[in-house]
T-cell receptor, first 114, second 121 residues
Framework: ELKVEQNPLFLSMQEGKNYTIYCNYS?????LYWYRQDPGKSLESLFVLLSNGAVKQEGRLMASLDTKARLSTLHITAAVHDLSATYFCAVVKGALGGAQKLVFGQGTRLTINP | GAVVSQHPSWVICKSGTSVKIECRSLDFQATTMFWYRQFPKQSLMLMAT?????????EQGVEKDKFLINHASLTLSTLTVTSAHPEDSSFYIC?????????????????FGDGTRLSIL
């Protein structure tokens, strides 16, 4: 059974600081997604990581994937208040073109204080 | 970009009422849609996979007779919560997979609706 675990679950940090959120998964997968969720809202897609060593960056967020370690990281650089949200990683279970589903991590609630 | 419309966004109703939630893919065809439930401060849990023209595939522990799914066209899936009770109160989110575009791009992304907040009194 595929399990996805995020760490930490809660994170409070000051503006301007750097931090990393970790996402571990238990079985092989060919795709990993990162999403952002604001309170009361649905999911906003941030990144899709398709291969070992993949790195993607958008603004102050950078995501990477190590398929051998079954680990993805979401790194926040020089955090700003607008990045406060809950961040989810999700791993695809199933093969491309076949029956697939997303398995989500527990989420990391990030609060950035001025 | 791909858009998924979910309606209604908020429902408050009495216990025992049945509630229907619609999920539409607006600019692409979706043979597969997904229904998730999210309780406060928790993650998304997949309830079922909705397949156009065939029966939905339910996750373990999800009552088929309580959560009726119909996917009659390539752009519409509906979730009906039958005889809803307070414990069914939750945030329900649908997603649709852009299968054709995804196969070309190699990632088959899911596009999420805005969610429906269901409150049963």
């Amino acid at each position: 059974e595929l399990k996805v675990e995020q760490n930490p679950l809660f994170l409070s940090m000051q503006e301007g600081k750097n931090y990393t959120i970790y996402c571990n998964y238990s079985t092989t997968s060919d795709r990993l997604y990162w999403y952002r969720q604001d309170p009361g809202k649905s999911l906003e897609s941030l990144f899709v990581l398709l291969s070992n060593g993949a790195v993607k960056q958008e603004g102050r967020l950078m995501a990477s994937l190590d398929t051998k370690a079954r680990l993805s990281t979401l790194h926040i650089t020089a955090a700003v208040h607008d990045l406060s949200a809950t961040y989810f990683c999700a791993v695809v279970k199933g093969a491309l073109g076949g029956a697939q589903k997303l398995v989500f991590g527990q989420g990391t609630r990030l609060t950035i204080n001025p | 970009g791909a858009v998924v419309s979910q309606h209604p966004s908020w429902v408050i109703c009495k216990s025992g009422t049945s509630v229907k939630i619609e999920c539409r893919s607006l600019d692409f065809q979706a043979t597969t849609m997904f229904w998730y439930r999210q309780f406060p401060k928790q993650s998304l849990m997949l309830m079922a996979t909705s397949n156009e023209g065939s029966k939905a595939t339910y996750e373990q522990g999800v009552e088929k007779d309580k959560f009726l799914i119909n996917h009659a066209s390539l752009t519409l899936s509906t979730l009906t919560v039958t005889s809803a009770h307070p414990e069914d109160s939750s945030f329900y989110i649908c997603s649709a997979r852009d299968q054709d575009r995804g196969l070309i791009m190699g990632n088959q992304p899911q596009h999420f609706g805005d969610g429906t907040r269901l409150s049963i009194l």
